[in-house]
């Protein structure tokens, strides 16, 4: 039986039921209903709204209804339309008539809000233990590389000479980021909407801090409309979510590219890796194209809510109910995202000698030979235009730059000495790196250092 039946005269079509129905996919939220359900049982108890026996009992019959739905034993209804009235009629067919006091002073736009924001608070929660892994993942896989020397790019061309550990850094960096995106989303979930009643506020001398206190929200929204209107925490929350998975995505790109044998600067370990059901010499990076491909797909559910909303007056509109799928799917990608990132990272193997001998070519330590002349008192934009004019000399030539000879080298500026041969190789440009946060092996022991209490 509807809940709301009382004001029709004749029943809903099946079509209608069915497509209005939302406990297809807000069933995940049971245990947030239940959770939600049991705080304001016991509010309208200590606030007299309903006996403490009749609260007690509510609160008895949700805590078997939940274990019951965890045993597999509930069957939930297209009739009962969402999990928030397929969890009343359960409790109503349970304990009768006190079961149909538990709705006093509540609504189920504040009910959905609630829940909602319990089970983001959950997912943000998760998420930052696997970002915090992975996070930890890099932070080993960089302490191994401190010395593996490897071309750094802009432009996808050969740019100057960096270690891995550097790169891995970089990413370590946005990573840590997101954490701080997710924990600062979090603050805004982590709200309470509950007691709202559907815009209003409700006529009875409700508790709302209570709630608060309960649910371990950390304040209460001050204005009930906004509680029951607004989804911006999970745009907030889909954003979180967008920014991580671009940042998962661009190292992907990378990672596809460097086990290519154009690039060979590692090979994914084969059981994070498939084969091809017609050529059979291919070893395909299927994780990682599959976390690229998934961020379109996290991109779409974030615009997918902020179009939902976009034109929605207040208060609720059942256009919201169409917030949740979104979210779920962003957020499942997200964490099978990051877990299978992390171990494909940890078990994918670096040829460190590709990588070394690639930032041999390249003429990557042109900027230090410029760098070079600069020192000998020549102003940095001639020296620009020497070295310039030195690698295409070299590229016609086929050399590289230590490649030439000290008579080449004076050719070109009469500044040049013998040390220019130590000032342009590939382990001294990383060395001679001074800047904050550079690519030296100072610097990248510092920052790991730096990093090393973190988590
Ligand atoms: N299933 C609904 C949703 O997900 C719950 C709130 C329904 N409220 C209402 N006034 N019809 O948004």
Known sequence: MKLWKGRF????ATSADEFNASIGFDRRLYREDI??????AEMLGRQGIISTEESALIVKTLKEILKDIEDGKVEFTVEGEDIHMNIETLLTERIGSTGKKLHTARSRNDQVAVDFRLYLRK??????VLLKELMETLKKLAEEHVETVMPGYTHLQRAQPVTLAYHLLAYYNMFSRDRERFADCRKRINRLPLGSGALAGTTYNTDRQFLAGKLDFDSVLPNGMDAVADRDFALEFLSCVSVTMMHLSRFCEELINWSSVEFGF???????????????????PDMAELIRGKTGRVYGDMMALFTVCKGLPMAYNKDLQEDKEPVFDAADTLKASLGIFREMISTMTVKKDS????????YMNATDAADYLVSKGIPFRDCHSIIGNMVLYCINEGKALDELTMEEFKSFSPAFEEDIYEAIDVVNCIRAKKSEGSTSFDSVRKQLKDISGEN
């Open 355 to 362: 990588m070394r001998s690639a930032a041999r070519y390249g």
């Open 9 to 12: 005269s004749k029943d809903s």
């Open 266 to 284: 590692i090979e994914m370990d084969d059981a994070y890796s498939t084969g091809s059901s017609i050529m059979p010499q291919k070893k395909n």
């Open 123 to 128: 997912e943000t929660d998760e998420i930052d």
């Open 35 to 40: 959770t939600g359900s049991i705080a304001h």
